[in-house]
């Protein structure tokens, strides 16, 4: 193991280590704690000026109270899950099938069908940005979620076809070969024989697509506006703009839209480091 | 006998049981590669094209041959405008390439065994998870010359107080310091997983053979987390360029247009109140595809020198 490990350090080391982590965590992590504080003093406190000194009362239920019941937040909640969960399945379905042909199949165009996937998911944006808005315009589907969610599962596509078929590259590729002896179809290969090994895989980017999605900001800002569609991301420049100044509300307001994927990290870490260190650090 | 019998099984099979080695690939890929085309890889064409006209998103497109780029490299519409986002591609490229050194001395900070690491290790990766409009929003506070900790802070040391993100000198490092945050903690995260697969017997050849310390980190432990490196460039890079929700949150391109990048510089022009000229936009899109193109290469020759192994 390398730095050396605490053990073999003398016990004054391991006490300094111990004493240090802490100290490291609050300052690496001050700008959200401040956040946090914020998001449960009351309002009084800001007009007062007293931004750092002890909250003259706990209003957390208040703040979050406000937040949940009286603003636009639990609308732009409802369409983040809306947007994320179909474009999940949707990239994961189409991918696990790509992955499977370019990870199992020897043909011509293979490589190549590949590097267009992985050169695509490093395009900027924003050589897709004007025709992208044009063609979801002529589709109708400017300003809805489906418009958002079509897009987004095209998009990432690239990605999960990239980490699909580095997986199913890793796979024993006997056990097809085995099962093709048997006459089983390519189909039956598919879904009895490789979808079950790829549960690692699929979980991992789950998680990791919910994240990308839920956190997505620009095309929410060039595909959609206003409440009815937009995801909480860009809701929340809507939401700060009703409440200006107020940084309590604003404070709750952003932890809340950060929650979820906060809360889908914690739940799944080892699929989420898995899918993130995309399977190629083990 | 069989030798008979298989021409016989062979004129039975349907044509799909015949083919299916051919037809399965193309079969799975369709709907993968048709989504692809139809939402990426098109679009990249349709906006080189657009490149070469005048259009207001509404209106017909006027053909102008290659003006818009022209009017680029003169600047004839926005004073400064280009070179600085330019100029500050560069800034986000260079100091965004921090987070890798910073998330290496992080995860072997934290690459220990006492009790409760595990939670800190994902504390310590939380920034990474939040989406960058939270970090923006945090950061601006964080700034704030009212009340932001940044200037409760210096004012301890008598120092400040600096608007950070209202001074055309620094506001770009500003909003880099915000991105580097969470960037920091996706290296970090990539670094500590490479560290677990450290072959452990090649760290006590090296003790043994007395290296330690930085000496024992450059030639025994980095050339083993060659992998995590090369990861953590493709990553840190696309994202410098890509760097678009912080500049759109923390300032609009402010002030007077001093933080802007490309990504952001571009979608100004096409859709906001500077008027939609998507033309030009799409020819400012085309120089950061031509800048990223560079890096997407190298990768992808890395990747194919990878196969061919």
Known sequence: ??????EKRPPAARTMYQ????LALVVWL???????????????????????????????????????????????????????????????ALSAMAGFALGIYRFKANIWIFFMFVAGNFVPFQILMVPVRDLTLDMGLYNTKTGLVLFHVA???????????????????????AARVEGISEIRIFWYVVLPLMKPALAALSVLIFTFIWNDYFWAVVLTQGPESQPVTAGITAFNSEFRAMYHLMSAGSIVAALPPVAMFFLMQKHFIAGLTLGAVK | MTYAAVPQTEIKRSYWQRNQQTLAPMLFLAPAVLFFVFYVIYPVFQSFNLSLYEWDGLGTKEYVGLRNYEDLYYEYIDRDAFYTSLKNNVIWLFLYLLAIPAGLFIALFLN???????????????????????????FTWFYDPAFGFLNVFLGWFGA???????????????????????????????????LNAVNPEQIEAGRLDGA????????????????????????????????????????????????????????????????FRMGYGAAIAVVLFAIMMVFIAYFLWSMYREEKR
């Open chain 1, 1 to 6: 193991m390398f730095p050396t490990p605490l």
């Open chain 2, 212 to 275: 330690k310390g930085l000496r024992m980190l450059w030639h025994v432990v980095l050339p083993q987390l060659r992998p995590a490196t090369f990861i953590a460039f493709v990553v840190t890079i696309i994202g410098a360029l890509r760097s678009f929700d912080l500049i759109s949150i923390m300032t609009s391109g402010g002030p007077f247009g001093s933080s802007r990048v490309l990504a952001y510089y571009m979608f100004e022009v096409a859709l906001s109140e500077y008027g």
């Open chain 1, 155 to 177: 998009f990432q596509t690239g990605f999960c076809t990239l980490f699909m078929r580095n997986f199913i590259r890793a796979l024993p590729f006997e056990l097809i070969e």
């Open chain 2, 160 to 194: 400040g107080p600096i608007n950070m993100l209202g001074d055309e000198r620094y506001v770009t490092y500003g909003v880099i310091i915000a991105g580097l945050w969470p960037q920091t903690a996706y290296c970090m995260i990539l670094y500590l997983t490479g």
């Open chain 1, 30 to 92: 001050l700008p959200l704690l401040a956040v946090a504080i914020f998001s449960i003093k009351p309002g009084a406190d800001f007009t007062n000026a007293n931004y750092w000194g002890v909250p003259s009362s706990f209003d957390f239920v208040d703040n979050y109270g406000q937040v949940f019941f009286n603003s636009d937040m639990p609308r732009y909640l409802l369409n983040s899950f809306t947007i994320t969960i179909p474009t999940v399945i949707g990239a994961v």
């Open chain 2, 112 to 138: 220990q065994t006492v009790t409760g690491i595990r939670l800190y290790k994902s504390l310590f990766f939380f920034p990474f998870v939040i989406s960058q409009v939270v970090v923006g929003l945090v």
């Open chain 1, 19 to 22: 004493a240090v982590l802490p």
